[in-house]
């Protein structure tokens, strides 16, 4: 639909789009990217025709740009940009008949049925028809951002061209705003080609991107040229993650500050406080640990600082145990945002703390095991439904500076070091009658303090990973003899 | 439809306002030709209008006297009042919108001073340029208030980029200032009573001008009215920053010479045949525009009916106050002008610290 050709272009006699190529589909969605400075809008100024063309060529569906004149460009194309002045008391309503300019004929231009159609129906889907006669300027920005659009789409127009439509919305409006562009690009095959700030908004609703550097495409690409992090801290020299989105497979990038941390740990040892309790563990640490859990709340990979173990009674039953926990942490004044929760029915007395110090790192495992419902995950029977609790629960804190790989190395090292526990404890599964690798409800969570170097690996073939599996070895090794002799002590009395 | 009905409801709003505009215009007309030291009854009154326009008199007897003073002096008295208010808020209209700015008026964006200059130099030194003719003085006037225009954007271009509401009225009155002085020094050379002809004719004024100046004023009017009127939407789409009317559009570079060159036209033309009155390009849009709302489709002919009723009624006050003396029209517009508009200002204030 679009097409730039070797565009050069800017002010004066400097360039600052230095030849650029791009071809726009029809009803496709760009997002121009780039930090500030990198020509986006001069760029932008080349298409609408704002800035001559020093070289190279644009046109649309063929024809040459500047060949157009002002009337049928504006059928064809309309811009909405991030100013949004208007000068006079003009009603929402006149704003958005302005629109219907280019289509406008007769001498006496007045408004036409069919043009009053066209602006009930952007109005309509615009949402902005409740305040039609009010005047523009009494009307918050992100309404007035959404009227400019209505007068925008009032043009039925082919292509819009949009320079940080969203730039001071809040998330609300800016949301609301590229919704309603989406659903006009899907429905109706508009082609929009946008300058986008936010590259995590840019990454959730483009089909294309470009990334601008110095007047010159890095990259033309789908939205998984967002994910080379290299790039984009070499255009934005800002520090940048890509992550995935938890619930779309879309990149959306986090980054990383510059200042440091000053609030430093001291000693591990002492950066922690355990309370124990008939109801409840609770380890709190003055920081919070980067943490790899599977406990009922507060499960992934999170930055957690309160861990806590709720004990439960033996035939707890509950739909919704992550309601409780959060409830029972509310009672005690643990914020659940910042915490992981676990539950077990053993007695919270019975709990076992092991540290070990290797070189410089200390590792300190908190397990309460019970194994009531000891299962052999090899065995042929069928997972069991009814539940009950009696389970291994295992908190692992190290004192050192894990990739989120070496998280999940950690939590299998942690995982065979329990498991070669219970072998060697000749702990079986009741129905099978077969060696058991763990109970049917067993929470685990490694919890790291991220100083020193950062380590990718943590499995038993390094220093650490041997260390995660020793101390998880020995503390339930210790629990479930605690758990045997207070289940022999019950039994005898 | 419930649009569709508010919608016939504002255009029956807007046919009333039109109404009652031209009705205005009327009254104050009629009264214009009947307020005076020499009372004609109103029946003989229309009697002569209709005689001389199309032939059709019902009276007899008419002394000429009084078919000389209704026909010869106080009807292109009343028709020059109009003629030169409907021009001077046609034009205040026209620049408001098109520089954004409500300040905006061929007084204060100095085209009225720039007008008045070329006119003083034609009066004072007898200028006559033969292709031109009895039109030496309104178009020497015109490309007065047109170089001045141009001097007061050039000035603004030079010390900022936008066309700032502030820097346009600093400019104006910079240029005006200017201008100003160099009428003054003209004054000056001259004798004492050329000195006082034009001191009054500065000050504006519709007296004793007859026929012959109506005739100078409605070529440029008629032009600059055409002009202006074909531009609504222009203007219109110019409240949204010249590059968003570009972008639905509009040519906005041609727009704003065809714009300019009807304001230009209508000023000069004014200026030429009544000095420069102050005031009516300012304050006649600003009290249109609350009642219309800004769109320039009603803002414009309704400005011009408006401000021509306006400066009738002034020039009767203006000849009658003090009679049998009279005031210039210029001190009459600005004595009215100048707290309305204050009160303007301040309301507007008042209205968007309340937003």
């Known amino acids: ?493 | 439809m419930q649009n569709s009905s508010t919608r016939k409801f504002s255009s029956k709003k807007f046919v009333w306002l039109y109404v009652l505009c031209g009705g205005f215009v009327l009254g104050t007309a009629l009264l214009g030709l009947l307020v005076s030291s020499v009372s004609v009854p109103i029946p003989t009154i229309f009697h002569i209008i209709f005689e001389n326009t199309i032939n059709m008199g019902w009276l007899e007897d008419i002394p000429p006297n009084v078919e000389s003073i209704i026909w010869n002096i106080r009807i292109p008295r009343v028709l020059l009042a109009f003629f030169v208010g409907a021009s001077l808020a046609l034009a205040g209209a026209a620049f408001q919108g098109l520089l954004r700015n409500p300040l905006a008026d061929p007084y204060t964006i100095g085209v009225s001073s720039g007008a008045a200059l070329g006119a003083v130099i034609v009066l004072f030194f007898q200028i006559n340029i033969a292709v031109l003719g009895g039109y030496t003085l309104p178009i020497i006037a015109i490309i007065g208030g047109f170089v001045a225009l141009l001097v007061v954007f050039g000035l603004v271009r030079l010390s900022s980029r936008s066309l700032a509401i502030e820097t346009i009225i600093l400019a104006g009155i910079i240029v005006s200032a200017f201008i100003g002085s160099i009428i003054s020094l003209i004054i000056a050379l001259g004798d004492r009573d050329s000195m006082v002809q034009i001191i009054y004719w500065l000050y504006g004024s519709v007296r004793m001008r007859g026929w012959s100046h109506v005739q100078l004023i409605i070529p440029f009017m008629v032009t600059g009215t055409f002009i202006l009127l074909m531009h609504f939407r222009e203007l219109n789409a110019l409240a949204l920053g010249e590059e968003a009317a570009e972008h639905i559009g509009v040519n906005v570079n041609r727009g704003k010479v065809w714009i300019l060159i009807g304001a230009s036209l209508l000023t000069g033309s004014a200026v030429a045949v009544s000095g420069s009155i102050g005031f009516v390009g300012l304050v006649i849009p600003h009290l249109v525009r609350l009642v219309t709302g800004p769109n320039h489709r009603h803002v414009l002919p309704l400005s011009m009916l408006t401000g021509g009723a306006f400066l009738i009624l002034a020039d009767l006050v203006a000849r009658t106050i003090i009679a049998p003396k009279e005031l210039p029209i210029g001190v009459i517009t600005a004595l009215i002008g100048a707290p309305v508009f204050a009160i303007l200002l301040i309301r507007e204030r008042i209205g968007k610290g309340a937003k």
Request: contains cysteine; charged residues 25%.
């Open chain 1, 1 to 493: 639909m679009l097409s730039l050709k070797n565009v050069v272009g800017g002010y004066s006699n400097t360039p600052i789009i230095k030849g650029i190529d791009l071809a726009i589909e029809k009803g496709e969605f760009f997002a121009l990217l780039g930090p500030n400075g990198s020509g986006k809008t001069t760029l932008f100024k080349l298409i609408t025709g704002q800035l001559p063309l020093q070289k190279g060529e644009v046109s649309l569906s063929g024809q040459s740009l500047p060949s157009f004149t002002k009337l049928e460009k504006a059928k064809k194309i309309a811009v909405l940009s991030q100013e949004a002045h208007v000068s006079f008391d003009y009603t929402v309503e006149e704003i958005i008949s302005l629109g219907r300019y280019p289509h406008q004929k007769g001498f006496l231009k007045k408004l036409s049925k069919e043009d009053w159609n066209v602006i009930e129906n952007v109005m309509e889907i615009t949402k902005t028809k409740q305040f039609q006669k009010t005047q523009f300027r009494m009307i918050s920005g992100g309404e007035k951002q959404r009227v400019l659009l209505a007068k925008a789409l009032a043009q039925e127009p082919e292509m819009l061209l949009l320079d940080e439509p969203t730039n001071h919305l809040d998330i609300k409006h800016t949301f609301q705003m590229i919704d309603l562009l989406k659903k006009w690009q899907q429905t109706k095959g508009l082609t929009i080609f946008a300058i986008l700030h936010d590259l995590n908004v840019a990454s959730l609703y483009a089909d294309r991107v470009g990334l601008l550097h110095h007047g010159k495409f890095l990259e033309v690409g789908d939205i998984n040229t967002l994910r080379k992090e290299d790039q984009l801290e070499k255009v934005y020299e800002v520090q940048v993650k890509t992550q995935s989105h938890p619930t779309i497979p879309k990149p959306q990038l986090l980054m990383t500050p510059n200042y440091v941390q000053t609030n430093e740990w001291r000693n591990f040892s002492e950066s922690f406080s355990i309370e124990q309790n008939e109801k409840y563990i609770h380890l709190q640490f003055n920081q919070p640990l980067r943490t790899i859990s599977n406990g009922v709340i507060g499960e992934g990979i999170q930055w957690i600082q309160h861990f806590c173990n709720f004990h439960v009674e033996k035939h707890y039953h509950c739909s919704e145990p992550d309601k409780d926990i959060r409830n029972w942490m509310e009672e005690y004044n643990i914020p659940h945002h910042q915490a992981v929760g676990m539950m077990t029915a053993v007695k919270l007395e019975d709990m076992v703390v092991c540290t070990k110090r290797m070189e410089d790192i200390s590792i300190m495992a908190v397990v309460t095991a019970g194994i009531g419902n000891a299962v052999d995950i090899s065995s042929k029977e069928e997972a069991r439904q009814d539940v009950k609790i009696g389970t291994i629960n295992t908190m692992v804190f190290i004192d050192a500076h894990f990739s989120d790989g070496a998280l999940v190395n950690g939590i299998m090292s942690a995982t065979e070091g329990k498991v070669k526990a219970l072998q060697d404890l000749q702990i079986k599964d009741p129905l099978s009658n077969t060696l058991a690798s763990g109970t049917s409800t067993d929470s685990l969570l490694l919890a790291v303090t991220q100083q020193g170097e950062s380590t990718p690996y943590a499995g038993s073939g390094t220093l650490v990973g041997k260390g995660i599996g020793e101390v998880v070895y020995e503390a339930t090794a210790k629990a479930v003899k605690k758990y045997w002799k207070r289940v022999k002590v019950n039994d005898i009395s």
